[in-house]
């Protein structure tokens, strides 16, 4: 009974499988499916519009693209509001529809769609693309062996040393091999992306592509590398166009264990490309890549050619009556085609004959081992020693770095900083988790890390903007009283207003972020002198249009400390002695009052009692508002505005 029930599945399986191979629309279904999962990774980071499909001659010119993106943001202006969704369909019918200003025809811009992957799987042909306009783009590294005097080991060799440096996808192809990454530019614009990917030789700036091949000339390998895939984008209402890459999906190699592969891919960011870059700019020479170039070149002129009709006319034409001769030192391969020797191209007048050097054997792998220098920093970290949470504690340090350095460190950098700052708890080596901390803090940094708006030594303006137009909407103003004696010897007193628009006290707020945290001293002093010095240098640069004023100056710290966000700690200045600030709990960005408390009802704990007994607890938070004001001490007294007197 159970070898018939055995049997009886066996056989049902079987007819399964028949129907599957047999019924062609299940092999359909299964190939759209794959395709629909290739078409939903790859979208968002490729371009949906510069694509080619079988040749690169076959996708969207850049007219094409500009015209249709920019008629698309036109209909998008005029797009109604609340519309349905039948409504937007209707709206956006047929804006790919672009009149050719050459033909006056109608041509349509070709989007990115499954049903191109689909072509691609099916038919196994090639689907070329470029990396979009998004965060995360997808460029690779081509490497080629085409020429005769390449072997599959140096394609084999220089994809393993792109692997020592990056994190990629490697599949050989032919005579050669790509290896696909994934980018982020963080804030980078696309333009600057393309220039740390691939340089440029008339402004001297060396990119991703001329760094490796600086590391393959050192390595002594004569593959050629190229970065290709990178990033298109509109630009004023032009097209720039990208270099195009290939998708792996035409391969027969390619499944779903590849796809998760690149899937779970660590995405590089763009900032850990131009620390390589800068590395191997200060230690590999460029001298080093002119030789390997000026062998290659030699070993090109050497390699014999391709006997078409085209070469053995220009033979005849040299040769005259006498090509039988050249034609006689063909070489001929298995598969019949004939090659000849580049000395028999010219007349045979002027051939010399000159001893051919064998091509050397390709030494093993050598790797480029850089020395990391510590980081030369001047970061004042001495408040964060008392913080209790390593978490904070590290986060903020790295932070100030961060912006000391105008990037993100790696790795090794943020833990050796962390260690001669003594920012850890516990002993050094005991501490499993740090690293993982370590780690999730840079990855943080990095998505919110702009190194286009912070420089070293530069103020950052317009940061607290948002912050000082919803607190202080209108402005400051902070009265301070005057006495004096009259001449009759009485006492007389005034209090003298000053007003501080919206526009001053953010510029006020910026140059104390950096005084405080962005570049302190090391004794804590605050000098006036500096911070008019820093107003005036943006001022006459036209970065801010509000002018230096002592009084409002003045005004905005006494208003300012009043309210928490940053403490006077020493009140004595002299020459050659300035005022002793330190960050509030009120400061943008820092705030602790945010902190949630749980007061006791009773003197009982709330660890153990039921949910009904829950309700007599209460939560309290310490918000900054004009009824929560921690006043400090201050040794000048501050007076308000009154209430007008009733009629």
């Not at 299964?30 to 076959?58: M, V």
């Not at 200060?282 to 390997?292: A, F, H, K, Y």
């Not at 090794?412 to 780690?439: C, F, H």
């Amino acid at each position: 009974m159970k070898l018939q029930k055995n049997r009886t599945s066996y056989l049902s399986t079987n007819m399964k499988r028949q129907q599957y191979y047999s019924d062609p629309t299940l092999k359909t279904k299964q190939t759209k499916l794959w395709a629909d999962e290739n078409f939903n990774f790859f979208s968002g980071l490729i371009s949906h519009y510069q694509f080619a499909r079988g040749s690169c001659n076959t996708g969207n010119t850049k007219a094409i693209i500009a015209a249709a993106l920019n008629k698309k943001a036109s209909l998008n202006k005029s797009l109604p509001l609340n519309c349905s969704k039948a409504e937007w369909t209707r709206h956006f019918a047929g804006w790919t529809k672009i009149k050719d200003a050459e033909s006056g025809e109608q041509v349509q811009c070709q989007i990115l769609r499954e049903w191109q992957f689909q072509e691609a799987i099916t038919k196994k042909s090639k689907l070329y693309y470029c990396s979009g306009s998004n965060r995360i783009g997808m460029p690779y590294g081509d490497i080629d062996c085409h020429h005769a005097w390449q072997t599959p080991e140096m394609a084999q060799q220089a994809q393993q040393i792109f692997q020592l440096f990056f994190p990629s996808l490697g599949m050989a192809s032919d005579r050669g091999a790509n290896n696909w990454i994934k980018v982020d530019r963080g804030s980078y614009s696309c333009e600057k992306a393309n220039l740390i990917l691939l340089g440029d030789k008339e402004q001297n700036i060396l990119g991703l592509e001329g760094a490796m091949q600086r590391v393959l000339a050192v390595a002594n390998c004569f593959a050629d590398f190229e970065i290709k895939g990178t990033f298109a984008y509109l630009d004023n209402g032009q097209w720039q166009w990208g270099k195009y890459g290939k998708l792996p999906i035409h391969r027969p190699e390619w499944d779903r264990q590849k796809l998760q592969e690149l899937v779970d891919q660590p995405v590089i960011h763009i900032q850990e490309i131009e620390e390589f870059i800068r590395q191997v700019e200060q230690d590999i020479p460029q001298s080093v890549l002119d030789e390997m170039n000026a062998e290659k070149a030699r070993r090109n002129g050497e390699e014999p050619l391709l006997v078409d009709e085209e070469m053995l006319a220009r033979i005849k034409r040299n040769w005259g009556d006498r090509w039988h001769e050249a034609m006689h030192e063909r070489i001929q391969d298995e598969d019949g085609n004939c090659w000849i020797e580049h000395q028999y191209l010219k007349p045979p007048s002027v051939i010399t004959t000159e001893v051919k050097t064998p091509v050397e054997n390709i030494p093993p792998i050598q790797p480029v081992i850089t020395n990391r220098k510590p980081l030369d920093v001047r970061v004042n970290n001495v408040d964060l020693q008392d913080e209790v949470d390593a978490f904070r504690r590290q986060r903020l340090a790295l932070m100030r770095v961060s912006r000391a350095l105008g990037r993100v460190p790696n790795m090794e950098e943020a833990l050796n900083y962390i260690r001669e700052q003594n920012l850890y708890s516990g002993s050094w080596e005991g501490n499993r988790d740090r690293t993982k901390r370590v780690k999730d803090i840079l990855k943080r940094l990095r998505r919110t890390f702009d190194p286009s708006k912070i420089k070293k030594g530069s103020v950052q303006v317009g940061k607290h903007k948002k912050y000082v137009s919803r607190k202080f909407p209108n402005g400051i103003k902070w009265g301070r009283e005057r006495r004096w004696l009259d001449d009759e010897c009485n006492v007389r007193s005034r209090i003298q207003w000053t007003y501080a628009p919206t526009d001053f006290v953010a510029v006020f707020l910026d140059i104390v972020d950096f005084c405080l945290n962005d570049q302190p001293n090391e004794n804590g002093h605050v000098p006036t002198n500096r911070c008019k010095r820093l107003w005036n240098k943006l001022f006459a640069k036209e970065v801010i249009s509000v002018r230096w004023c002592p009084r409002k100056f003045a005004a905005c710290r006494e208003y300012l400390s009043q309210r928490g966000l940053f403490k006077i700690t020493d009140r004595n200045f002299a020459p050659g002695k300035a005022m002793t600030w330190e960050i509030g709990q009120f400061f943008p960005g820092s705030e602790t009052w945010k902190r949630t408390k749980v007061r006791k009802v009773g003197g009982q704990s709330m660890t153990g009692l039921a949910s009904a007994n829950k309700k007599e607890y209460e939560k309290e938070k310490e918000y900054n508002t004009l009824l929560h004001i921690n006043y400090s001490p201050m040794s000048m007294p501050v007076h308000y505005e009154p209430p007008r007197r009733p009629p």
